[in-house]
């Protein structure tokens, strides 16, 4: 087998038991939470404006973009403050999280513990203070005209943000329509329970790695765990980029960054979470490409590149976390796996990051998502830049 095929056959096999399969869970343990309690947490939310900061803090903490996604409506129906958008934001970990959970988990405690404590305070800070955030607003507001205005919840007032009626959030990912009927509707079904039965394959085959300490695994076709761990990877990857490119169309709800309060049943809950985790597949297996590739046909060092960049390294990082989505982050914490970036910067990100969560507020609220992107960015400059002088650069810092 030729280099370039071996990559390729490796991060497709590679992407799935060691990062999708624990994605799954976490995905749909969560989504079964939403299912349970019908919504009822996002009501007592509501209720609690002192705590709404903190509550942020915490639904943007875990994994994925769900808990992040539910506070942006709540923002433009004047229920919660802007600094608490700014606090959920901050937090968010996006589903990078669930890569770098799954490779890196002592670098992921740290640096989303870091980016919760940046998030409390700057949350608090700006429904305390403003921090500028209304002449910001109104900056911005020159550029664009919006529906709402993004400065108004600063002054930690939710009757500020008037008479602006929420009817529904358009998605940052195209889910397609939904066909009742035909092959294609039960071809995609079987595919998504074809995928549940291999992720659960793959989660044992992935434990059991870990179990060992993370060693080389052979590729092959075999009655043995080398086996058992290349079929399972690269079937799971293939029904992935099925349900991802082409199932989602046919069997309706379940599209990733779609705002879900609650679930109708625990059938959709589960193929809410295979098509989260789908998502995240093809993204992670783009990641473990791109790095692999230009290692490969460019020479390049990435690991020393970033070494020279010095303080760059964390500017870089929140730069990239402005960009919207969970595709850029989730290559990014690939990248900081492989010992590419350093530690300064994986956190940078982590703060600066918005994930899926921020395309509701963009469509809601286009100058509301620019000040909150902005007020992101600035904690996620001065801690990454302050961990790098401090710490150095750190690289491979808590990599399995």
């Known amino acids: 087998?030729?280099?370039?095929?071996?990559?390729l056959v490796g991060s497709v096999r590679d992407g799935f038991v060691q990062v999708s399969a624990f994605v799954a869970i976490t995905v749909v343990v969560f989504s079964y939470v939403q299912y349970r309690t019908g919504g009822r947490l996002v009501e007592r939310l509501e209720r609690n404006e002192r705590a709404q900061p903190l509550i942020g803090s915490l639904l943007g903490l875990t994994p994925g973009c769900g808990g992040a996604i539910v506070m942006m409506p709540l923002y433009v129906r004047g229920r919660v403050s802007f600094g608490t958008v700014v606090a959920t934001l901050i937090a968010t970990a996006g589903d990078s999280a669930f890569v770098l959970l799954a490779l890196a988990p002592e670098a992921a405690l740290y640096a989303y513990g870091i980016s919760f404590v940046a998030a409390i305070v700057s949350g608090y800070a700006i429904d305390r203070f403003g921090l500028g955030v209304g002449?910001?607003?109104?900056?911005?507001?020159?550029?664009?005209?919006?529906?709402t205005d993004g400065g108004t919840?600063?002054?930690?007032?939710?009757?500020?943000?008037?008479?602006?009626?929420?009817?529904?959030?358009?998605?940052?990912?195209?889910?397609?329509?939904?066909?009742?009927?035909?092959?294609?509707?039960?071809?995609?079904?079987?595919?998504?329970?074809?995928?549940?039965?291999?992720?659960?394959?793959?989660?044992?085959?992935?434990?059991?790695?870990?179990?060992?300490?993370?060693?080389?695994?052979?590729?092959?076709?075999?009655?043995?765990?080398?086996?058992?761990?290349?079929?399972?990877g690269i079937v799971g990857s293939v029904l992935s980029i099925y349900l991802y490119a082409i199932g989602r169309r046919y069997i309706g709800e379940g599209g990733v960054g779609h705002v879900r309060e609650s679930f109708e049943s625990a059938?959709?809950?589960?193929?809410?979470?295979?098509?989260?985790?789908?998502?995240?597949?093809?993204?992670?297996?783009?990641?473990?490409?791109?790095?692999?590739?230009?290692?490969?046909?460019?020479?390049?060092?990435?690991?020393?590149?970033?070494?020279?960049?010095?303080?760059?390294?964390?500017?870089?990082?929140?730069?990239?976390?402005?960009?919207?989505?969970?595709?850029?982050?989730?290559v990014l914490a690939g990248v900081y796996a492989e010992g590419a970036i350093p530690f300064s910067a994986l956190t940078a990100n982590a703060i600066s990051q918005d994930g899926d969560a921020l395309f509701p507020l963009i469509a809601m609220d286009k100058t509301a998502a620019i000040v909150a992107s902005i007020y992101t960015t600035v904690p996620a400059l001065a801690v990454g830049i302050a961990l790098h002088a401090v710490f150095g650069p750190l690289f491979g810092f808590g990599v399995l």
Request: aromatic share 10%; hydrophobic share 50%.
């Open 267 to 330: 059938y959709d809950t589960f193929q809410h979470a295979a098509m989260e985790t789908s998502f995240v597949t093809v993204w992670v297996i783009a990641g473990y490409l791109l790095y692999e590739y230009v290692v490969l046909f460019g020479n390049v060092d990435i690991a020393a590149a970033a070494a020279a960049a010095g303080l760059l390294a964390p500017v870089g990082g929140a730069l990239v976390g402005l960009i919207p989505g969970c595709g850029p982050q989730i």
């Open 135 to 147: 002449r910001i607003d109104r900056a911005v507001a020159r550029l664009r005209t919006t529906a």
């Open 153 to 232: 919840m600063a002054r930690a007032n939710p009757a500020a943000n008037p008479g602006h009626e929420y009817d529904g959030v358009a998605c940052s990912h195209d889910h397609g329509k939904s066909r009742e009927t035909g092959v294609m509707t039960w071809l995609s079904h079987g595919a998504h329970v074809a995928w549940w039965a291999t992720a659960l394959v793959a989660l044992v085959a992935g434990t059991v790695y870990l179990l060992r300490g993370a060693p080389d695994v052979a590729m092959t076709v075999a009655p043995t765990f080398a086996g058992v761990f290349t079929v399972a």
């Open 1 to 7: 087998m030729s280099e370039p095929i071996e990559i």
